[in-house]
């Protein structure tokens, strides 16, 4: 069973000024009226929070839907804008193994990866014996998962009362807010590369390809930032 304990201490955790679940909450209501507006019922947006969960992925399958793509073409597209969470996946998850915990909660808090609260464990998962991490950031997803969905009920209901610039201001939110934390994480030459390269080729790959610029840009910056710390010995 999952230690109610440390599941509440992750609960909390998402609280504070400085907490992402506040960026989160922000473009999820620009989610919950931008599938009002695309004519879902409050019960088929609740239902795409708690599924998809990740802002990027609901963007992509409301955009999708909005230019009449097939079901199989919103699926693949949604599966490559979320596949950006497996190297997160990877850097977290030995994290979190432990020998005493049973495989179901692993399988469980895969749903739980994203950014937002990547962050807020990468953060604390030092102040927690290895045994409860797992228990401890399946109650930070549950927090995040929990606002995500609270948020697209607000954003459903205030639809009406949010116009096109309100909207794009709220959906922005989120990614402003981590790109400051990967520039306040610019502490070693792989993610200032990554960061800074990642900056200048996405805009400069839009002249060439605007449906990849974001994926070429990203690979060639991260590829580049990781022979750098490979020579350099980090």
């Not at 994290?95 to 994203?114: D, E, G, V």
């Not at 109650?139 to 995500?148: D, H, L, N, R, Y």
């Not at 070693?188 to 974001?214: D, H, K, M, N, R």
Request: with cysteine.
């Amino acid at each position: 069973m999952i230690d109610t304990k440390y599941f509440f201490k992750g609960f909390k955790s998402i609280k504070g000024v400085g907490s992402p679940a506040i960026a989160l909450g922000a473009s999820f209501i620009a989610i919950g009226a931008l599938l009002k507006n695309l004519g879902f019922s409050i019960q088929e947006s609740i239902f795409s929070t708690f599924l998809t969960y990740a802002l990027p992925g609901s963007l992509v399958m409301a955009e999708s839907m909005l230019i009449g793509a097939s079901l199989i073409n919103i699926f693949i597209a949604v599966w490559l804008v979320n596949a950006r969470l497996y190297p997160m996946t990877v850097a977290l998850m030995p994290l979190l193994m432990h020998k005493n915990q049973p495989r179901w909660k692993y399988y469980l808090s895969c749903h739980f990866i994203a950014v937002s609260s990547w962050l807020i464990m990468k953060d604390n998962y030092e102040n927690i014996e290895k045994e409860n991490r797992i228990d401890f950031w399946i109650g930070i997803g549950t927090a995040t998962w929990s606002v995500a969905i609270f948020a697209t009920v607000i954003g459903f209901i205030a639809s009406d009362f949010l116009n096109k610039d309100m909207l794009i201001g709220l959906a922005i939110v989120n990614p402003i807010y981590f790109i400051c934390m990967m520039i306040g994480a610019m502490k070693t030459i792989q993610i200032s590369a990554s960061v800074i390269l990642g900056a200048i080729l996405g805009p400069a790959f839009y002249f060439i390809s605007p449906e990849w610029c974001i994926l070429f840009g990203g690979f060639i910056a991260g590829t580049i930032a990781y022979l750098l710390g490979e020579k350099n010995g980090n």
